[in-house]
T-cell receptor, first 114, second 107 residues
Framework: DVKVTQSSRYLVKRTGEKVFLECVQD?????MFWYRQDPGLGLRLIYF???????EKGDIPEGYSVSREKKERFSLILESASTNQTSMYLC?????????????FGPGTRLTVT | GIQVEQSPPDLILQEGANSTLRCNFS?????LQWFHQNPWGQLINLFY???GTKQNGRLSATTVATERYSLLYISSSQTTDSGVYFC?????????FGKGTLLTVNP
């Protein structure tokens, strides 16, 4: 079974703090993704990575950066947390392609910024 | 970008009833997934189904790619089926999610 783990289920941070969210997958997947989920807005893609040290912006990258130094690990960084970044953050991974691009998700991190 | 519409937005059933959830999308895709989000927020993979029909127990799904829609069937629903069902579509590895269908199954 594919396993995607995230470093914390719940996190509370103060405005202005630097926040790291970590994601690890154990299936040797090339692609990894960070989404945020908000009521009424659904899931939106923040960043994705298709290889080590490679990244591309998703639909809402502002205020975030990412790091992928190893294939199995993808980190989301909030350089200076703000209250509008309070959200549920979901990490996912998928294989590179044939025969499937199926994405698998971690359990999520509920981040509250006060 | 691709537009994804799910219907209905909300659905309330009695245990044992059957239901059909629909996902319409605006462009050709080679990637389509159905997920169930449980009360703890975890997205559970139900089907990877860019085309054709698949069945898994009481759940089945059909995607008609040429007509740009997919259907998720839930038969003999149980209270544990409650939650939000998402359809996500895309080209290659990038997915766009619909807003979801909130299903409530009452005992």
């Amino acid at each position: 079974d594919v396993k995607v783990t995230q470093s914390s289920r719940y996190l509370v941070k103060r405005t202005g703090e630097k926040v790291f969210l970590e994601c690890v997958q154990d299936m040797d997947h090339e692609n990894m993704f960070w989404y945020r989920q908000d009521p009424g807005l659904g899931l939106r893609l923040i960043y994705f990575s298709y290889d080590v040290k490679m990244k591309e912006k998703g639909d809402i990258p502002e205020g975030y950066s990412v790091s992928r130094e190893k294939k199995e690990r993808f980190s989301l960084i909030l350089e200076s947390a703000s209250t509008n970044q309070t959200s549920m953050y979901l990490c996912a991974s998928s294989p590179e392609g044939h025969p499937s691009y199926e994405q698998y998700f971690g359990p999520g991190t509920r981040l509250t910024v006060t | 970008g691709i537009q994804v519409e799910q219907s209905p937005p909300d659905l309330i059933l009695q245990e044992g009833a059957n239901s059909t959830l629909r996902c319409n999308f605006s462009d050709s895709v080679n990637n389509l997934q159905w997920f169930h989000q449980n009360p703890w927020g975890q997205l559970i993979n139900l089907f990877y189904i860019p085309s054709g029909t698949k069945q898994n127990g009481r759940l089945s799904a059909t995607t008609v790619a040429t007509e740009r829609y997919s259907l998720l069937y839930i038969s003999s629903s149980q209270t544990t089926d409650s939650g939000v069902y998402f359809c996500a579509v895309g080209s290659n590895y990038k997915l766009t999610f619909g807003k979801g269908t909130l299903l409530t199954v009452n005992p």
